[in-house]
């Protein structure tokens, strides 16, 4: 009885594979990538507080916030790191809004960016869709969610009410791309903005625009919020800005990333970089001064951030040993990264064919 259940069973799944595509159904004993494949996000602090060292492959990303909080720098860090690794990006500029020499000084190669502008909110995401369908990109970033304005409202008058219209564009358009985005290993990072709702008394009445669905189908949901501003003298040269992973479907949540956003060159290195040894003790601080093992290395926190800028291959030690200390050795290390696209290329063959049958 046994031997005829299983011989059926493996004419079901004969039969699945054959009308479906290899990989379309298997057991997960055998399934070759149950280690998360994941792409660095720029920020050694993030990467730590993601839990898995960076934004896992396949996946969909929320990132929202306040206004001037640090979203889009957040975002084309991660486009630097992919194209860093010889991956390719793309990114849906529904805001009108990105500039082009900010994202070079963030180390974005825009001569290999794929950028679209679209007229309409469908625009946008059927270029995403066919994008990701394509299954040639790494990364996709929307800026933002907010922005992707329905056809209906562009065409109708100003003063016309068109309720819950974006929120059905995303729900439909997410139950396309999530299926797309996980077969491709695309990584799908969506931006988006923070809105109030009116009357609300009790709790928190911020929400962000597009209805639920986007909720839902996110494995990272990121909070960008500024903390403080960064002076030298008189005046304001960054911000810092606290990354709270509110929701995470890979590792466990609610853990939190401080880093310093410069202006004209985005997320600080050494910053993070100073904060996260002192606190493995690593870097000793005593007083205002800071020390890494017989040299003291500067007084104040920006002084030290400067000794760690001039000298790379100091840079380099504290940052091996705080990846160790941190246990985030064979998660995102450049050389596993440099293999990973090889990898997915070579699933991605396989991609349209699993999706056409």
């Not at 007229?119 to 990109?137: C, N, P, R, Y």
């Not at 609300?200 to 996110?218: C, D, I, W």
């Not at 050494?270 to 290395?297: C, F, N, P, Q």
């Amino acid at each position: 009885m046994a031997d005829e259940r299983q011989a059926a069973l493996d004419a079901a799944l004969k039969k699945i594979e054959k009308n479906f595509g290899k990989g379309s159904i298997m057991r997960m004993g055998d399934k070759a990538d149950t280690q998360i494949s994941t792409i660095s996000s720029g920020s050694l602090a993030l990467d730590n507080a993601l839990g898995v060292g960076g934004y896992p492959r396949g996946r969909i990303i929320e990132v929202y916030g306040p206004e001037s909080s640090g979203k889009t720098t957040v975002a084309l860090h991660a486009v630097a790191e992919v194209q860093k690794n010889g991956g390719t990006a793309a990114y849906i500029d529904a805001e009108n809004a990105l500039d082009p020499a900010y994202a070079t000084h963030l180390g974005v190669n825009i001569d290999d960016l794929l950028l679209s502008q679209p007229d309409t909110g469908e625009q946008g995401l059927e270029i995403a869709d066919a994008l990701v369908a394509s299954g040639a990109i790494d990364m996709l970033v929307v800026d933002s969610v907010a922005a992707l304005v329905p056809r209906a409202e562009i065409d109708g008058e100003m003063g016309d009410a068109h309720v819950g219209l974006q929120a059905r564009l995303m729900s439909q358009a997410l139950r396309k791309l999530s299926g797309s985005i996980n077969k491709t290993h695309t990584i799908a990072i969506f931006i988006n903005q923070i809105r109030e709702k009116v009357g609300v008394m009790f709790g928190n009445p911020e929400t962000t625009p597009g209805g639920r669905a986007l909720k839902f189908y996110a494995t990272i949901r990121l909070e960008v919020r500024r903390a403080e501003q960064i002076k030298e003298g008189t005046d304001i040269i960054g911000n810092r800005v606290r990354i709270k992973v509110v929701k995470n479907k890979v590792a466990p949540p609610f853990k939190r990333a401080e880093v310093d956003i410069m202006y004209g060159t985005g997320i600080s290195q050494t910053g993070e970089l100073v904060d996260m040894a002192v606190e493995k003790d690593i870097v000793k601080k005593s007083g205002s001064w800071y020390s890494y093992g017989e040299d003291r290395i500067g007084q104040g926190r920006e002084n030290a951030k400067s000794y760690l800028a001039e000298h790379a291959d100091v840079m380099d030690e504290i940052r091996k040993k705080v990846r160790k200390a941190y246990d985030m050795d064979g998660t995102t290390d450049d050389e596993e990264e440099s293999a990973e696209p090889t990898d997915v290329e070579t699933l991605d063959i396989e991609t349209p064919d699993d999706t056409q049958a």
